[in-house]
């Protein structure tokens, strides 16, 4: 064996040889990073999370979301009921099957959108209301998409 | 082409007051809808039917309100609650179409589209087009081209439809010769910055079109006109002067005025209204983390009063030491009120003026002046501030505002804040 090799494997043999490492990058810390009490650490520390908010429920896309309170008792077989107040998405495509917010000849309605084989036409969720089928003539806008909805109650 | 040739888009709301008060009302659907000024004064905003009427923008509602009848004209107050809040949500969706944004006004906005090209940017306007129509169910035109100038034009010219599709015009795609077409069927007073003082002008020396304005020589336009002028010639050659404006400087004046919704004879009146003024500009001065130095009033009867006296004053006081404490400001400007008031006279408007404003942190302590008491109006202004955010403008003010507003704007045709005001939402009937 070479006199060097042997030197090295001397090195090599000690298990734990440390070295300060100069090329460390820095790494600043604050003196007042944190609180320190002497009591005993919060057991539950580790688990905190943000409070949950109801905005981030209901809305999807708060920039094209508009509320619309409801009157009236034509769709309560979709748990839709007078006084509750609606979130409409304006940037959902209507479908067919979808509950829209509409504008038909200058009223604005609730109503389950039904658009199948070439019928179109606004259902009510109560057998109650007859559809309103839409032929020509007759002007209809769908507004915006209801994907929720909120009440408050008196207490 | 590089990323650096610089690209703008102008994307302005078609009829946008008028639009907002529709989207939100089935039964406008194809009725022509004006939106009047301040005490439903003038039109200030034409939908598209009224438009079609030939009704121009800016007459007295009161010389066309028969000919409105007659055609089924419905009018509507200025709902700025509305308006403000419809324009903040196109700029939302606009944003994410470009980092750079600058909006102009309350329906237009500048975007720096410098980078997209590869995307195509007719159909990138377009994209922007069709998602502030599906979110917002507003209607915007969109101008495209290499300066700020030119872009305002292209918008134009979108919407008047005298180049590009569906409300899109594309000047970087254009080919030089059908720009020269279309820029020599604009009259020179569309040109961005060409006022209606310029126009009139440039008409006398020939210079009528567009297209007479680029190719006009530049450096007599200096010297018979401003450096202003120069640059627009040159904006409309292609070579970019005006770059967007994202940062909004402080404000170095700011102005709150308001004509009365009647006729005030009596200084108690004056007095509230100045004293709410007051109120409203130092909140806008706080914002702005500022203070001012000097508090100008100025009173006025109405200069179209054929039959009473005419009066009209305006006086500065210099304040001690500069402040954004309402109370400060407020009994100087009382002050100032009570020296200019003349009794006898029917006042039209009242304003205020707060200037030789500086950032706070350099106060400059007067040599009475007690900084433990400047803390105290610090925090009690940023209670007043904090209240009133929560709970709505004026709920917590000065007694001297007065309680019951009787001097305020009339607003008598005013819809409701569909999306500002829980009252006030737009009803779905489920019948």
């Known amino acids: ?155 | 082409m590089p990323a650096h040739v610089p690209v703008f888009a102008l994307v302005d709301c078609n009829n946008f007051y008028a639009s907002c008060e529709k989207l939100f009302d089935p039964k406008l659907a194809g009725v022509p809808v004006v939106v009047l000024s301040n005490n439903d004064g003038c039109v200030v905003a034409r939908s598209a039917e009224v438009k079609a009427l030939g009704l121009p923008m800016g007459v007295p509602w009161f010389k066309i309100r028969e000919q409105a009848r007659q055609h089924g004209i419905v009018a509507f107050s200025s709902n700025y609650a509305l308006y403000a809040d419809m324009s903040n949500r196109v700029v939302e969706v606009l944003a994410q179409f470009s980092p750079d944004i600058e909006v102009y006004s309350i329906d237009e906005s500048f975007l720096d589209l410098a980078g997209f090209e590869a995307t195509g940017l007719a159909d990138y306007g377009r994209q922007i087009r069709d998602r502030v129509q599906q979110w917002l169910g507003l209607t915007v035109c969109v101008g495209i081209a290499p300066t700020k100038t030119l872009a305002k034009l292209a918008n134009h010219c979108a919407k008047k439809n005298l180049a590009g599709n569906h409300g899109v015009c594309d000047f970087t795609t254009l080919p030089a010769a059908d720009q020269d077409v279309v820029f020599a069927a604009i009259d020179v007073s569309e040109v961005w910055g060409v006022g209606r003082k310029l126009t009139p002008r440039l008409h006398a020396m020939g210079i009528t079109t567009v297209k007479a304005l680029r190719d006009a020589d530049a450096e007599t336009l200096r010297s018979r006109f401003s450096v202003v002028l120069e640059r627009t010639v040159h904006e409309l050659r292609g070579t970019s002067c005006l770059s967007l404006e994202d940062i909004t400087p402080d404000k170095q004046q700011i102005i709150c005025s308001r004509s009365f919704g009647e006729r005030i004879h009596d200084l108690e009146n004056l007095q509230e209204a100045v004293s709410s003024h007051i109120s409203r500009a130092a909140e806008k001065l706080r914002l702005q983390d500022s203070l001012a130095g000097a508090v100008t009033v100025c009173i006025r009867t109405s200069p179209f009063n054929p039959t009473g006296p005419c009066y009209q004053k305006a006086v500065t006081a210099t304040l001690p030491e500069a402040t954004a404490d309402n109370r400060v400001l407020a009994r100087s400007a009382l002050r100032t009120l009570r020296q200019i008031y003349r009794p006898g006279l029917a006042y039209q408007k009242a304003g205020v003026m707060l200037s030789d404003i500086r950032p706070s942190r350099l106060q400059q302590a007067s040599l009475f002046s007690d900084p433990g008491g400047n803390e105290g109006s610090k925090r009690l202004m940023h209670t007043l501030d904090c209240i009133n955010a929560r709970w709505g403008r004026g709920t917590l003010r000065l007694a001297a505002e007065g309680v019951d507003y009787g001097w305020q704007m009339k607003r008598g045709n005013l819809s409701p804040g569909y999306t500002t005001e829980w009252a006030d939402l737009p009803v779905a009937k489920a019948r």
């Not at chain 1, 734990?16 to 490492?21: K, L, Q, S």
């Not at chain 1, 790494?27 to 650490?41: E, Q």
């Not at chain 1, 959108?113 to 032929?135: D, S």
Request: hydrophobic share 45%.
């Open chain 1, 1 to 155: 064996m070479l006199p060097h090799a042997s030197v090295s494997s001397v090195f090599e043999s000690l298990p734990d040889f440390y070295r300060p490492a100069f090329d460390a990058v820095a790494c600043a810390r604050p003196l007042d990073s944190g609180k320190v009490s002497a009591g005993f650490p919060s057991p539950a520390a580790d688990y905190e999370d943000r409070r949950l908010d109801i905005n981030t429920y209901l809305i999807r896309n708060p920039v094209s979301t508009f509320f619309f309170p409801v009157e009236g008792k034509s769709m309560e077989g979709a748990e839709i009921f007078d006084g509750d107040v609606l979130v409409v998405d304006r940037s959902i495509l209507a479908q067919h099957g979808h509950i829209v917010v509409a504008f038909v000849n200058g009223e604005r309605l609730v109503k389950r959108l039904y658009h199948r084989a070439g019928r179109v036409a606004l259902e009510a969720e109560n057998l109650a209301f007859p559809p309103i089928v839409i032929r020509e003539g007759i002007d209809l806008t769908v507004w915006g998409v209801v994907i929720g909805k909120f009440k408050r109650l008196p207490a």
